[in-house]
Structure formats: C-alpha cells, structure tokens
C-alpha cells in the first residue's frame, strides 16, 4: 500500500506565505511526478503544480510567480512554497502521487485558509 502524507496548511493573512509538504510510503516503484492540486468549496479540484521525476515542473495560471513546487530532502518527499497568498486560494490541498502504468494515489487534503 501507498500512503501520502501532508503537512502544512493552516489560516494566514492575505500576503502572506505557507509550505506544504507531502511525503510518500509505502510500495512505491516508478514515479511519473508528484504534485498538488486544490479544491475550494463548491468547486472542482484543480491543478495547482506538479513535478516529474526529470524535474520538469509545471504550474497552474494562478500560481506561475507566487508558488514553487520542490523535492524535499528525503526521498519521495514534495514540497509546495506558497507566497503572496490571496483569499481565492483558500482550499483544501492535495498531495498526488502518479505513478507508471496509470497507477495514481492521493493524500487525505491539508486546509489552507487566507484571510482578507
């Protein structure tokens, strides 16, 4: 089994800035890319950024200039560096694992609120 693991969300004041972090377990073989997507209340979810396992990264509109996804230190760990926050950012964020063969896994979510 495959677990993700996420950290990091909490309230903030609009300005300011969050780190999320994920962290994958479990039997995990070949990795396509890891990344985050985000669902705010009555909507659906949606792409923030992801990262392949080449490195290539690939962000969201709305987050090109204010967020950056990374690898964290220890492997199969992601990391999500989001500055400038805005209210329209406030959502639910989850950690998503892609894997070869179609296979994909998500974490639980980690609630981000931004307060104007």
């Known amino acids: 089994q495959v677990q993700l693991v996420e950290s990091g969300g909490g309230l903030v004041q609009a300005g300011g800035s969050l780190r999320l972090s994920c962290a994958a377990s479990?039997?995990?073989?070949?990795?396509?890319?890891m990344g985050w997507y985000r669902q705010a209340p009555g909507k659906q979810r949606e792409l923030v950024a992801f990262i392949t396992s080449g490195d290539i990264t690939n962000y969201a509109d709305f987050a090109k200039g204010r967020f950056t996804i990374s690898r964290g230190s220890a492997k199969n760990t992601v990391n999500l560096e989001m500055n400038t926050l805005k209210p329209d950012d406030t959502a639910v964020y989850y950690c998503?694992?892609?894997?070869?063969?179609?296979?994909?896994?998500w974490g639980t979510g980690t609630p981000v609120t931004v307060s104007s």
């Open positions: 998503n694992l892609d894997l070869v063969f179609g296979i994909n896994y």
């Open positions: 479990g039997n995990i073989f070949s990795i396509n890319r």
